[in-house]
C-alpha cells in the first residue's frame, strides 16, 4: 500500500486510508515525528559533543542573519514554542553556520544537506523506531496520508520549505509522489 503525503492546510478525503498527522498538532504518537518535538540528544551536525532538544532547534539556532549570528539557546527548547527566528526581527537570512564555532557560512541547499537532513535522520533512526515501524505495519494494510504544512519532498527544491512527512516516506523506502 503506498504511502502520501498532504497539505494539513486542505482536506483529505481518502476512503479507507488511514490519515496521519505528523505536524506539531497532531496527536501522540505522531507528533514526535515533527521537527519540533524535543527528542532531546540531537546531535548538532558540524558541532562535536553539541546536542539539540529538537531538529528545529538545530535547524534555527545555526541559522545567520544580517542582525544575528547563531543561538545556542534555541538547542534546549523543550516546549516546541518560541523556536523560530524571523527576518523581521534580526534582518535577511545570510545562510546557515557550519556549526556552533564554525567559521563558514552555508547556503540553503547545503545548509539543508549539511545539517537539517542529517539531524532529522539521526531522530528518524535513533528516536522513532516504534513509530516507524507502526507506519510500517499500517501501510502493509492500508493506504496512509502523512499530513504535513508542507509537501515538497524535493530537498534541492528551494522555492518551498522541505516536507519532513517527505522524509520519513523517503525513509520508509516507499516514495509516492502526488
Avoid at 501522540?28 to 540528544?41: A, E, I, L, N
Avoid at 551536525?45 to 538545530?58: D, F, I, M, Q, R
Amino acid at each position: 500500500m503506498p504511502i502520501e503525503v498532504a497539505s494539513k492546510r486542505r482536506k483529505v478525503q481518502r476512503a479507507g486510508a488511514v490519515v496521519v498527522d505528523v505536524t506539531s498538532r497532531g496527536p501522540d504518537p505522531w507528533v514526535r515525528f515533527s521537527p519540533f518535538y524535543p527528542h532531546g540528544g540531537i546531535p548538532v551536525p558540524l558541532s562535536p559533543g553539541v546536542t539539540s532538544a529538537s531538529v528545529e532547534g538545530v535547524w534555527q539556532a545555526l541559522k545567520v542573519f544580517e542582525d544575528a549570528d547563531v543561538d545556542p539557546s534555541k538547542l534546549g527548547v523543550t516546549s516546541m514554542k518560541g523556536l523560530k527566528r524571523t527576518v523581521r526581527r534580526f534582518g535577511p537570512v545570510r545562510g546557515h553556520r557550519a556549526g556552533l564555532a564554525g567559521e563558514r557560512l552555508l547556503d540553503y541547499r547545503t545548509a539543508r544537506q549539511e545539517i537539517y537532513l542529517p539531524a532529522y535522520r539521526w531522530v528518524l533512526e535513533n528516536c522513532l523506531q516504534a513509530e516507524v515501524a507502526r507506519l510500517r505495519e499500517l501501510a502493509g494494510s492500508a493506504d496512509v496520508v502523512l499530513l504535513d504544512y508542507a509537501t515538497n519532498g524535493d530537498a534541492d527544491d528551494l522555492s518551498t520549505p522541505l516536507s519532513h512527512a517527505a522524509l520519513i516516506v523517503e525513509h520508509l523506502g516507499k516514495a509516492v509522489r502526488i
